[in-house]
Structure formats: C-alpha cells, structure tokens
C-alpha cells in the first residue's frame, strides 16, 4: 500500500513537472517549463525505463546479457523504417515493429540461450555488435550509418510533432515509464516470476523441483526485449532519430551500469539508476565544464569534465563498497 | 595473387594484435575466471606510452626509439594489470559478476580519463622511416610494419608458451586454468598467481597497444575497446584458458575479417566474424582447443 502511495505521488509530481516555472540552476540550463530541459528529463525517463526492462531478465533472472542495446535499437530503427519506407502511421508502425520483434527476440532467445554464463554474454553480445556494424556499414543504403536516421515526422501524429510539442512528449516518457514499471512489476510478481529469482538463485535446484528452467528463461528474455523495443520507438520520438549510438556494445553496458547504480533486483532502484545515468550523461559535461573546475589544473580539470570519467569512479566505488546500487543505501541507512 | 599475399600478410599482422590482446584475456578468464573489459584500456595505455616515448625523446635514432617505446608499453601495462588486480579485483573474489562489473566501470573511467588527458582525436605516432617502406614477398609488396607486428606477435607467442611450460609459477598457472579446486586442495596457492596472470595480460596488451599504434597509424582512447570485442571473440572461439587455441582463433578471425572485407564487401568482414562465433558457439560450445565449456 505504500509502494503504491509512494508510486502515486512520484508520476503525479513528474506529470504536473512540465508546468512549473521553476528550474535546478547548473544543472538545468532553463525552468522545467522549456523545451530543452524537458527533453532531457524525457530522455532520462526512457533510460529509466529501458533500465527496467534490463532489470527482469539480468536483476530478477540473473542472465548476463550484454545484448540488451540490440532490442532498445532495433525499436527505434524499426518503427522509423516501417514509417519512411511502408509509410505507416507512428502508433501503427509500432504495433508491426513489436510483432516483428517479438518473433526475432524468440529466435535469437531461443539461441542464445542454449549457452548460459558468459558464453551466453558473449553470444548476446555478437549479436548486438552484428546489428551495430550493420548499421554502420549500411550495405542497403537505408539505416543513415553513422549519422543516423532522422524520424519521419510527417507520419507522427500532431500531438507529437516539433519542438512546440516537447511538453507533450515528455509525458508520453512518462507514460511510457510508468507503463513498463506496471507491466515488469506484473511479471516479476507473478508465479513465473518467481521461478525468475530461482533460476537466478540455483537453476539446478529448479530442475530437481521438477520445472524446465529454459521456457522460464526464453519468457524472461523476450519480455524483457519487447519492453525495450517499445523504449526505443519512444527515443526515436525524443531525440527525433535513430542514432548509431543505441546500437553500441558501449550502450549495453551503460544500460547494465544503469541497473547496477540503482540497484539490480528491484524496479524502482533500476528506474532511479536508469533516470539519474540519463540525466549525469546529459548534463555532467556542462556542470563539470563550470568555473570551479575550470579553476583546477590540467591534468585534473580534463578528466572530470569527462561524464563518463565521473560516471566510471562512483560506479567502481558503488560496486565495492555498496554493492545493492543507490537503493541499498537508504535501507543501509535506516539499518544503521 | 600478390593482392592475396598483402592481404594475407595484413590479415597475420591483424591477428599478431588480437593475440597479444586475447591471450591475456584467455589467461585471466581461464584462471581466475574474471572477464576483464577493462583490458582494452590496457591496450590503449600501452599505446598512449608508446607515443610519449616517440614524441618526448627525438634526439634518440627512430629504431632504437621505438624499441623503447615497446618496453615502455609493455611497463606501463604490466603495471597497470598488476595495480588493478592488487588493489581492485582483489577484494571481489568470489563474486564474479561484481568483478565483470567493476572492470566495466573501470574501462569506462580509464577510457575517459585518457580522453580527457589526450583528447578524443588519434594521436599520430612517430615511426621510423624504415616502417613505411615495403619487402618484395611472392611478388607482393608488403609493408614492413605488418611484418615488425607478426614477428612480434610470433616472439611473444613462443615465449609465453616457454613461459607456461618451463617455469614453476607458469607450472601453477596451467594448474590453476586446467582445474582451480583441484591445485587450491593439493595445497598451490593460486591466488598468488593472480596478480602474476594480471601483468602478463597488463604487458601483453601494452606491447599490443604501442603496435596498434604502428598497424592504424596513431592511437585513441577508445581504440582498445573496438579491438577488444574481437579479442572476446577469439578467445571464445579459442577456448577459455588455452593459449595456442587464443593463437589459432586470432589468425582465423582476422584472416576472415580482412579476405571479407576485401573480396565480398568493405565492412562485412565484422560481419562475418560474428557469424563465425555464433557457428562455433552452436558446434562446439567450448571453443576450438578448449576443455571445458566456460
């Protein structure tokens, strides 16, 4: 019941956000009202949803998979394909996209999973890294390559279209955030659920009771996958593209650093990792390009004005000296 | 036929890299099972140094430079392997997912620290003029650094085997690979050969690294990380722990890699080799010459 007040609250305060004239200074270069900052908080709250899709099958299955990039991308390229080249309208391209998905994400599942453990990380990742040269190599001629695929915007409905509409789109994020975490929360509690956390405990153990771990595993994997090429025909909307960027090895791990800062196991923690990352990425460089550590010599002022530099520390301090992410310490500290 | 030939050299000289990046990758997997994918920032550490030595010292003769430059290289990453695992990975054992995760935010923070220091534009490298030049082979001509980079690969290769085979703390690292639980119960202490098994992959990828410098003409942060997935994917295809399967795989990587390229399309060799891992993964989950699968 708390949970759900607490749930409550958090979208109600993020969904009224976009209308307050007030801003973060530094942080933030204007109010919450500008189209700037909310794109930033919107990207933010797909990352945080992405990041909670990763949670069900590496937090709650407990496979390592470091191909998770690869349906986050194949999200935003296929919707964008399927609205330039069949001419499909945005909703209805995402409804193909995720069919198309779902049958892919079974295919390469069902593969992949016949390794487990870091062959099966390995595996994953190939397949990521095959989709990510793909695109840029580009042999069709139709995935942009390095520079990207600019969305169709003449198939985005009005209410979506431009920066006018930023507001708008912000919300969708938001929908969409709240819509994964209902949907992964739904599966994580449900029995299959919890026959997840027993094959991430002792797989072993969950033969001898008698169940066939791996349709457990292939469920846990495609639903996870299919959240995350839903994400990611909502960041081809916030970004206005697809960008090679997604399709990354580099944009797995950060998805996997997400869940580890917020703490791996738990939605919430993975949501807070997912939309903090999302925000340090986005906003670290100008915060650290600031006066004070302009005001440091060379050889330090160089490396913190680096997102990734900051973001790589407290993530090795985290992982050492804190290894449940942010959502451990709270607990740490009413424990103490 | 001499395009086969150039091909052929470049693809051995690609893979002398792969080696030296993977077979300390396979070590460390194979020992300690750590993945490390921070190695890559060794890789470009080596190299980084490799250009300091070159750039701060040309009063010195370009040859013997550069001879300097390597050891450098192969210091610099001995020392950081040796630094990572003393003071980081050392106090995870026991937990591999928290060591996978540390040496990714470490490769994270390393790749940027060196952009931060170096810039994120490919620093070029001094090399002696004689590098350029190219050796009359089968009627091709190859250039000399792809041949400097496979006799490296090659001295390497061999010493590490002499290595393995011929010393005690080698004696303990074949143990410790072959079956941990085995040599901790007959009383070798393994974990001593950790930091050793480190640095032998810190100076691999370092000397790696000032010769990736020569092979793509200059270095960048991220340079070690790009090679470092192919790396991945020659020791699994290799077989986790197993030296001459890391050697085997490497010039079976590249030599796809760089005929693909060349003969059916620019950019499909990537391509290719990641449908060669997926074949291996399915026929022989353990790799070429591995014993067990991982």
């Known amino acids: 019941m708390r949970g759900r007040i607490a749930l409550g609250l958090t979208v109600l305060v993020l969904a009224l956000l976009p209308l307050v004239p007030i801003g973060i200074p530094v942080v933030f270069t204007g109010d919450f009202t500008t189209p700037g900052t909310l794109q930033v908080l919107a990207s933010a709250l797909v990352l945080a949803a992405v990041a909670m899709s990763y949670d069900v099958v590496f937090g709650y299955t407990g496979l390592l998979s470091f191909g998770h990039a690869l349906p986050f991308a194949l999200g935003a390229y296929g919707t964008n394909l399927l609205m330039i080249h069949v001419g499909l309208d945005y909703p209805i391209a995402i409804g193909v996209m995720l069919l198309g998905h779902g049958v892919l994400a079974v295919l390469v599942g069902s593969l992949a999973l016949r390794t487990a453990g870091v062959a099966f990380a390995m595996v994953t990742l190939a397949f990521a890294e095959a989709f990510a040269l793909l695109v840029l190599s580009d042999p069709l001629r139709i995935l942009g390559g390095e520079e990207g695929l600019p969305i169709a915007s003449e198939r985005v409905p009005d209410l979506f279209r431009g920066v006018v509409n930023t507001q708008n789109i912000y919300w969708l994020a938001l929908a969409l955030a709240v819509f994964t975490f209902l949907v992964a929360h739904r599966v994580v509690s449900s029995r299959a659920g919890r026959v997840f956390e027993a094959i991430r405990e002792n797989e072993k153990r969950v033969e001898m009771m008698g169940l066939r771990p791996s349709p457990f595993k292939l469920a846990a994997f495609t639903i996870s996958s299919t959240l995350a090429a839903l994400a990611g025909s909502v960041y081809l909307l916030v970004v206005r593209g697809a960008n090679a960027g997604i399709t990354t090895p580099d944009f797995t791990l950060a998805i996997l650093v997400m869940v580890v800062l917020g703490g791996a196991g738990k939605l919430w923690g993975a949501a807070i990792g997912g939309f903090v990352y999302g925000i340090l990425t986005l906003r670290l460089s100008a915060v650290a390009t600031s006066d004070a550590i302009d005001a440091l010599p060379g050889w330090l002022s160089g490396p913190l004005s680096e997102p990734l530099f900051v973001l790589g520390v407290l993530f090795i301090l985290l992982v050492l000296f804190a290894p449940g992410g942010l959502s451990s310490l709270r607990l740490r500290l009413r424990g103490a | ?294």
């Open chain 2, 1 to 294: 036929m001499s395009s086969f030939v150039l091909y052929t050299v470049t693809g051995l000289g690609l893979a002398g890299l792969y080696f030296l990046l993977a077979s300390g990758l396979s070590l460390i997997f194979g020992l300690m099972s750590v993945l490390n994918l921070a190695h890559g920032a060794f890789f470009a550490a080596g190299g980084y140094a490799a250009w300091w030595v070159m750039d701060s010292f040309d009063t010195v003769p370009a040859e013997p430079r550069f001879l300097l430059a390597v050891v450098a290289a192969g210091a610099v990453g001995a020392v950081a392997g040796a630094l990572v695992e003393r003071g980081l990975i050392r106090r995870l054992y026991g937990s591999h997912v928290r060591q996978i995760l540390l040496t990714i935010g470490l490769g994270m923070a390393a790749v940027a620290l060196m952009g931060g220091w170096f810039t994120y534009n490919p620093r070029l490298m001094d090399q002696p003029a004689w590098f350029g030049a190219t050796t009359q082979l089968v009627g091709a001509n190859i250039p000399n650094s792809r041949l400097l980079i496979l006799a490296v690969a090659i001295v390497m290769l061999v010493a590490l085997m002499a290595f393995l085979r011929g010393t005690r703390h080698g004696l303990i690292i074949r143990a410790g690979v072959e079956n941990p639980s085995m040599a901790r119960a007959l009383g070798v202490d393994v974990a001593r050969s950790f930091t050793i098994v480190f640095a032998l992959g810190g100076l691999l990828a370092g000397i790696g690294g000032a010769l990736g410098a020569v092979y793509f003409n200059g270095i960048s942060p991220s340079l070690g990380t790009t090679q470092l997935i192919f790396a991945f994917i020659v020791v699994v295809i290799g077989g986790l722990g197993s030296v001459p399967g890391t050697a085997v795989a490497a010039v079976l990587v590249a030599l796809t890699q760089i005929y693909v390229n060349n003969y059916v399309a620019t950019g499909l060799g990537s391509i290719a080799v990641v449908v060669l891992l997926a074949v291996v993964l399915l026929v022989r989950p353990q790799g070429l010459l591995g014993k067990v699968q991982p």
